[in-house]
Structure formats: C-alpha cells, structure tokens
C-alpha cells in the first residue's frame, strides 16, 4: 500500500480547524498553533515524552497539558532487576497554562509547583533536561539531569486525521537515537548515563482527538555493528490510510516501512504480554522477535468516564529489517519498548 508523503510548508490546520495534509514526513513540514484549532480548550492535547537509557536503566518522563487535566510523570526502570516504579503528579483544568511549546525544534518547558520541578530547554544544538520530583518512591526524591545532543538528520512525523469528527487530528513527531549523558539519583542510587552508551528519544505529540482510542507503538535504541539503530513502529491510532509512523534509522537516516503487526500472544486471560512477540509487517521487510522482560503498567477507571490501561513493555529486539536500499538490517538485543494503549478522555 502506497503511503503519502508530504513535502509542502505551511500551517497544518486550514481555515475550518481541519488537517490541511495527512500523511508523514521525516522532519516536521507544518507549524501548529492553538489559534487555529476549532475544538474547546479542554480537548486539546500536547505533551512531551522523554526516554532515556542505557543496557542498565531507563528513566521516563512526561509533561503534557490534556486540557482537562495536567500530568507530571516519571518512571525508572532498573533491566537487571526488571522491577519499575512510576509516580505522577496530576494538574486540574489547566487548559493549555502549562507552557507546551508548539514546535519540537525550539521552545522551552519551565514548570514547578510544590513538589516537581520541570525545566527542560535547548543548549545550543542539543537538549537539556532537568528534572525533580519529592517523594517518588516513598521518601526518596528523584532528581534527573541529562543533555541530550547528536540529534539524527530524520525522525518520524506524521499528521493523522480521525474519520468520525473532521477537527479531530494528530500531529507526532519522534526523534529516535539522540545521543545521552548525565544521570539520575532516586534516594541512595545515582546511576550514571555514559555518552558511549546512553541514548535518548522525544515523544512530541500536539492535537485533538477523540473520546475514546487504542494504539500500539514500540521504539528502540542503540548500537548495532558500529552502527545507531532505531526503530519506531506503531498503528491503531486514528485514520493511518494516509501514512504509518513506521521508519528504521541507521545512523540518523530514515528507511519508512509499510504496516505493522505486533504479534502479541494471546493466552487464557487475554493478551500474554511477557511472552516473547513477533513482529511483522505486510511487505516482508520485517522479521523481529521481542524478547519482554518488564511490563510497565497502569490502570486507571474514574466511574468509566475517564479510563487508561496501559502497558509498556520494555524488553529487546532481535531480528531483521530490509532497508531502503535492499540490505538487510541485522539487529541483536536492541534495548526497547512496545506499547498497547487504551484510554477514554
């Protein structure tokens, strides 16, 4: 199937509030801005997303304004022991007060109330991310400081409509494979983020959507043969006939791939989310086992209005990839995550 790629500027939303252009790209083509949108302040959805990583831990965070509601959250996950703690701060009604930028090239974040503190800005052609939290784990704080720097020439972009309400759209865009050094402490642990074997990712996502969605979406990260690898894949997420999100990076340069499966084994209860994956796409490009070693959960049921049943699974990547110029990519425990999302808000 033939995907759209977009290769025009200008603004994303017309005059009607509606996606002037499905498709993706591999470096951001539109600028977005709140005045064009044409749905209350309340479904207006922009957040940043964090990972950082080396073979040891990862440390995730996530600011995002929902329009309703505010998030502040952080995760830490420890490989070896394959045990994860998550904390969040939750904002009411903040409406877009939180100061989200609206590009994910320039624009900074500064935000603290009395117990986090976000101060996430651009040093010259890197990333600075600051970061804290009181009480994350019991009486432990977490402190997070990284810089993040050798950002890859291409990254997945992708404008997504929804079929059912014309002003509802998606506007993503993932930089897999930054380059990562520095480090957190959480109580008495410090672990540091080597630059030979840290990397970081960017999870930038500005729009409007509707009540209620499902997605699937994986990321990976590191080296492979003297090489940078990233993957990201995903699919489920609004009206995708336009274009996927699905892209190798080898060194910073992007190789779009078709549609994706995830393969996840289902068993008596269910999916089995610990239970090795494979995953696929439709153009035989795509041959990956996922090894899941931690299931990042977290549910969340408020009288069945507002619900989230997540589940991030970190694990690794074995497998190969067909790149655009017919090579094949071989990759072997290539350090990741893959995601089933479903959330009514």
């Given at each position: 199937m033939s995907e759209h790629r977009i290769t025009g500027t200008g603004r994303l939303l017309d005059e009607e509030g509606r996606l002037r252009e499905p498709g993706w790209a591999s470096r951001p083509p539109f600028s977005y801005d709140h005045a064009d949108i044409r749905a209350p302040l309340w479904r207006i959805k922009d957040w940043d997303y964090y990972l950082v990583n080396d073979e040891r831990y990862a440390v995730a965070l996530t600011f995002g304004d929902l329009g309703y509601l505010g998030l502040v959250s952080a995760s830490v996950l420890d490989f070896s022991a394959r045990t994860f703690k998550t904390t969040s701060e939750t904002v009411p009604l903040p409406l877009g007060s939180m100061g989200l930028p609206?590009?994910?090239?320039?624009?900074?974040?500064?935000?603290?109330?009395?117990?986090?503190?976000?101060?996430?800005?651009?040093?010259?052609?890197?990333?600075?991310l600051s970061f804290s939290m009181r009480g994350f784990d019991g009486k432990d704080d977490l402190e997070v400081e990284v810089l993040l720097d050798q950002q890859p020439r291409d990254s997945m972009v992708i404008c997504t409509p929804w079929d059912e309400d014309p002003h509802a759209f998606y506007y993503n865009r993932k930089i897999i494979g930054m380059r990562a050094w520095g480090g957190f402490r959480r109580g008495a642990l410090f672990h540091r983020f080597s630059r030979d074997d840290s990397f970081g990712l960017l999870d930038w996502g500005?729009?409007?959507?509707?009540?209620?969605?499902?997605?699937?979406?994986?990321?990976?990260?590191?080296?492979?043969?003297?090489?940078?690898?990233?993957?990201?894949?995903?699919?489920?997420?609004?009206?995708?006939?336009?274009?996927?999100?699905?892209?190798?990076?080898?060194?910073?340069?992007?190789?779009?791939?078709?549609?994706?499966?995830?393969?996840i084994p289902v068993g008596e209860r269910g999916y089995a989310y610990l239970s090795p994956w494979h995953v696929t796409d439709d153009e035989g490009r795509l041959d990956l086992d996922f090894d899941p070693r931690i299931d990042r959960t977290d549910n969340i049921d408020v009288a069945g209005v507002i619900v989230s049943r997540q589940h991030q699974v970190f694990g690794t990547f074995s497998g190969t990839v067909v790149l655009d110029d017919g090579s094949t990519l071989c990759v072997t425990g290539l350090r990741g995550s893959a995601e089933h999302i479903y959330n009514k808000y």
């Amino acid at each position: 199937m033939s995907e759209h790629r977009i290769t025009g500027t200008g603004r994303l939303l017309d005059e009607e509030g509606r996606l002037r252009e499905p498709g993706w790209a591999s470096r951001p083509p539109f600028s977005y801005d709140h005045a064009d949108i044409r749905a209350p302040l309340w479904r207006i959805k922009d957040w940043d997303y964090y990972l950082v990583n080396d073979e040891r831990y990862a440390v995730a965070l996530t600011f995002g304004d929902l329009g309703y509601l505010g998030l502040v959250s952080a995760s830490v996950l420890d490989f070896s022991a394959r045990t994860f703690k998550t904390t969040s701060e939750t904002v009411p009604l903040p409406l877009g007060s939180m100061g989200l930028p609206a590009s994910s090239d320039v624009g900074d974040i500064h935000w603290a109330n009395g117990r986090c503190s976000v101060d996430w800005r651009h040093v010259g052609p890197g990333r600075r991310l600051s970061f804290s939290m009181r009480g994350f784990d019991g009486k432990d704080d977490l402190e997070v400081e990284v810089l993040l720097d050798q950002q890859p020439r291409d990254s997945m972009v992708i404008c997504t409509p929804w079929d059912e309400d014309p002003h509802a759209f998606y506007y993503n865009r993932k930089i897999i494979g930054m380059r990562a050094w520095g480090g957190f402490r959480r109580g008495a642990l410090f672990h540091r983020f080597s630059r030979d074997d840290s990397f970081g990712l960017l999870d930038w996502g500005r729009g409007v959507w509707t009540y209620e969605n499902t997605w699937y979406w994986a990321a990976a990260q590191g080296r492979q043969g003297g090489h940078v690898v990233g993957l990201n894949l995903g699919y489920g997420f609004g009206d995708t006939r336009a274009a996927s999100e699905n892209m190798a990076f080898v060194d910073g340069v992007a190789h779009k791939l078709g549609r994706v499966d995830f393969g996840i084994p289902v068993g008596e209860r269910g999916y089995a989310y610990l239970s090795p994956w494979h995953v696929t796409d439709d153009e035989g490009r795509l041959d990956l086992d996922f090894d899941p070693r931690i299931d990042r959960t977290d549910n969340i049921d408020v009288a069945g209005v507002i619900v989230s049943r997540q589940h991030q699974v970190f694990g690794t990547f074995s497998g190969t990839v067909v790149l655009d110029d017919g090579s094949t990519l071989c990759v072997t425990g290539l350090r990741g995550s893959a995601e089933h999302i479903y959330n009514k808000y």
